[in-house]
């Protein structure tokens, strides 16, 4: 299925009227595609993270290794329905080792540990190609939901990734609210 068919799909099955917005994309190699863009929804699902799941430990990079193993042991290789689309994603070992490979401060390694309520209370925000032309890549999903960390707010960005065995969580990214204006203004 193409992206294109495939967003016209989700938002015929959101009952919206009117045209997609989108822009083009050329590849590399010379293809030229378009991208098509989910509107965005202003009311985004709360998730929220324990603040003090680390308390007594001084490292970030004990922090990392306590993450991965519960990581692993609690949703690698498990399916998760998010409930805006519908769609199941699974956690891949590659998914749990992306997202570690930056999570540098920790919050990013407390949202780590709520991945599965962050997959399940997404909107879909963006369906598009995947900008590597990688032929086993069908497309790239974007999703966001807001995480609040004790006092802390943030937009979560997802990555998913369909593949010929389906849809995997590849990734996120914190971006941090100002508490007055409501607004982004740095990624983690």
Same mark, same amino acid.
């Given at each position: 299925?193409?992206?294109?068919?495939?967003?016209?799909?989700?938002?015929?099955?959101?009952?919206?009227?009117?045209?997609?917005?989108?822009?083009?994309?050329?590849?590399?190699?010379?293809?030229?595609?378009?991208?098509?863009?989910?509107?965005? /929804?202003?009311?985004?699902?709360?998730?929220?993270?324990?603040?003090?799941?680390?308390?007594?430990?001084?490292?970030?990079?004990?922090?990392?290794?306590?993450?991965?193993?519960?990581?692993?042991?609690?949703?690698?290789?498990?399916?998760?329905?998010?409930?805006?689309?519908?769609?199941?994603?699974?956690?891949?070992?590659?998914?749990?080792?992306?997202?570690?490979?930056?999570?540098?401060?920790?919050?990013?390694?407390?949202?780590?540990?709520?991945?599965?309520?962050?997959?399940?209370?997404?909107?879909?925000?963006?369906?598009?190609?995947?900008?590597?032309?990688?032929? /086993?890549?069908?497309?790239?999903?974007?999703?966001?939901?807001?995480?609040?960390?004790?006092?802390?707010?943030?937009?979560?960005?997802?990555?998913?990734?369909?593949?010929?065995?389906?849809?995997?969580?590849?990734?996120?990214?914190?971006?941090?609210?100002?508490?007055?204006?409501?607004?982004?203004?740095?990624?983690?």
């Amino acid at each position: 299925m193409t992206t294109a068919v495939l967003c016209i799909q989700l938002e015929k099955s959101r009952k919206k009227k009117g045209r997609l917005p989108f822009k083009i994309i050329t590849f590399k190699d010379g293809r030229r595609e378009k991208v098509y863009y989910i509107p965005k /929804n202003p009311n985004l699902p709360l998730v929220r993270a324990p603040a003090n799941t680390f308390s007594g430990i001084e490292s970030i990079r004990d922090i990392q290794k306590k993450v991965l193993l519960f990581a692993r042991n609690t949703m690698q290789g498990k399916l998760f329905k998010n409930i805006d689309t519908g769609y199941e994603i699974r956690i891949s070992r590659d998914g749990i080792d992306e997202v570690l490979s930056h999570a540098s401060k920790i919050d990013h390694c407390l949202s780590i540990m709520v991945i599965p309520k962050i997959l399940e209370q997404s909107k879909l925000l963006s369906v598009e190609p995947d900008k590597n032309g990688n032929e /086993n890549v069908k497309a790239i999903y974007r999703m966001r939901c807001l995480l609040e960390i004790g006092q802390k707010h943030y937009v979560v960005e997802s990555v998913i990734k369909e593949t010929v065995e389906g849809k995997k969580y590849y990734d996120h990214h914190l971006i941090k609210k100002e508490p007055a204006s409501g607004g982004a203004h740095s990624h983690d």
